[in-house]
């Protein structure tokens, strides 16, 4: 991610990133246009064996996005909560 900005920083070319990623390009002085079409979405999961326990760092990170879900914490333009 960070390279791919500062290339587009440098006048190398273009690219599309999600949303989540745009807020983090900022040190790059890029400027970031929404794209309304296509709509493309994206699932991210978690994915863990239920039959061994989750390491201290594993279960923390679980812990801040179920509760950050819950609260309903705002995300960047074009990101959704879902079930």
């Given at each position: 991610m960070w390279?791919?900005?500062g290339l587009v920083a440098a006048g190398a070319g273009v690219t599309v990133v999600p949303a989540l990623?745009?807020?983090l390009t900022?040190?790059?002085?890029?400027v970031l246009i929404?794209?309304?079409e296509p709509v493309v979405t994206r699932d991210t999961w978690?994915?863990?064996d239920p039959l061994r326990p989750l390491?201290?760092?594993a279960a923390g990170l679980l812990d801040?996005?179920?509760h950050a879900q819950r609260r309903?914490?705002?995300?960047p333009t074009g990101c959704e909560w879902s079930a």
């Open positions: 390279s791919v900005a990623v745009g807020p900022a040190f790059a002085d890029t929404e794209l309304v978690v994915i863990r390491s201290p760092a801040v996005i179920t309903g914490l705002a995300l």
